[in-house]
């Protein structure tokens, strides 16, 4: 391809420059631990990093400040690599929830579902684009939930499909129904992984597989800035705050008090208070803005183990699952992040329809996606 000029040259070696010199860096800091906010930093100066890349560091991570303001107190990219660094860390089915599945997938689910490098992709092609389906309703009945909470299993299908239509309504590269099935996943392969399933409640429990299963449904493959700085219904109903990640789990609750969506009534009034408590808050803390203050959150939690916050600690293993695919096989984290980026460009595209200032990253014409790493 570059003999035929399809690549630009020198664009290429910029490229592939790059890729070592983080390659090394990742190296130098996987002999490191983390200390504090302050002092086990990354090994990459900030001038070797991109301004792009920087200012979407400091855009996503941080909460939305004035104009004025920004440009005055952009966050030090120290801080924002070490906050990062920090946080990356059935046949029986079908009998159970009334859900024909497909021997494809039944094979698929009983040999990877416990596993960190599951191929979510793999499985929809098989589930004929009904992953979440299929992974919600497994994950359910893998811990026994639909039994426990006498959930009605025509309900349950009922609200797994409008899950995926939820997800699939703005036809996102990115944020689709594909990404809720692989976070739902890879928060049961932490629950099962690290045991913390046995130490949970079976409502705790539930309501981290229905939180992470909805955790961005209905989402508008944009960002919270992009709705605060367009002034977006969604900003003006939630004050800029939390934008997406408010509407995602008020849409869902709203959902589901339609009799054909309910898969709640098996709760007591009780259990219904505490599950709703649980779900708001582990979807409210996806919000990117909030991951320096769960850093320092869960850092204050190990250092008193005897005062360990239930919810806290639910919330960053949604979060984790939420942004891991960096640490998958490399073959599912480069289709994410294609995926992702060409959201960010189509956002961008919409950015300058609308004559407003390009997010960092959302710019198709000069963003390099090995420096968007």
Not at 150 to 167: A, H, M, R, V, W
Request: glycine share 2%; aromatic share 8%; net charge negative.
């Amino acid at each position: 391809m570059v003999e035929e000029d399809a690549i630009n040259k020198l664009m290429l070696v910029k490229n592939l420059q790059y890729a070592v010199e983080v390659l090394e860096a990742v190296y130098i800091e996987e002999t490191k631990r983390l200390c504090n906010e302050d002092d086990d930093l990354p090994t990459v100066s900030p001038t070797e990093v991109p301004n792009e890349v920087r200012d979407w560091l400091a855009s996503t991570f941080t909460r939305t400040q004035s104009s004025m303001q920004q440009n005055k107190d952009k966050p030090r990219f120290r801080s924002v690599a070490n906050a990062i660094r920090a946080g990356i860390m059935v046949e029986r089915l079908s009998s159970a929830s009334s859900i024909t599945v497909p021997p494809n997938v039944v094979i698929l689910l009983k040999a990877g579902l416990d596993t960190w490098a599951f191929d979510i992709f793999e499985l929809n092609e098989a589930a004929d684009n009904h992953a979440l389906k299929y992974i919600g309703a497994e994950l359910l009945h893998k811990y026994n939930l639909i039994s426990k909470f006498k959930i009605n299993p025509s309900t349950l299908d009922n609200f797994l499909l409008k899950c995926e239509e939820g997800y699939s309504k703005w036809s996102n590269p990115y944020h689709n129904l594909l990404h809720g099935a692989d976070v739902a996943q890879t928060c049961h392969y932490i629950m099962h992984e690290s045991r913390l399933a046995h130490w949970l409640t079976d409502l705790d429990v539930f309501a981290t597989v229905i939180a992470a299963l909805i955790h961005d449904y209905e989402h508008t493959g944009t960002t919270n800035n992009f709705h605060i700085n367009t002034n977006s219904e969604l900003a003006l109903l939630y004050n800029d705050k939390g934008v997406l990640e408010n509407y995602h789990v008020s849409a869902v609750f709203s959902l589901m008090r339609e009799d054909d969506y309910n898969i709640l009534t098996g709760l007591t009034v009780e259990e219904f208070k505490e599950f709703r408590a649980l779900v708001i808050e582990m979807v409210l803390n996806t919000d990117m803005s909030l991951h320096f203050q769960q850093i320092k959150s869960m850092k204050q939690l190990l250092s008193m183990p005897d005062k360990i916050d239930k919810s806290k600690v639910l919330s960053m293993v949604l979060h984790c699952a939420d942004i891991s695919h960096p640490g998958k096989p490399w073959e599912m984290h480069y289709k994410w992040t294609i995926a992702l980026l060409e959201e960010f460009f189509r956002q961008g595209d919409r950015e300058k329809k609308l004559e407003i200032q390009v997010s960092p990253l959302c710019d198709r014409n000069t963003t390099l996606v090995a420096q968007s790493q």
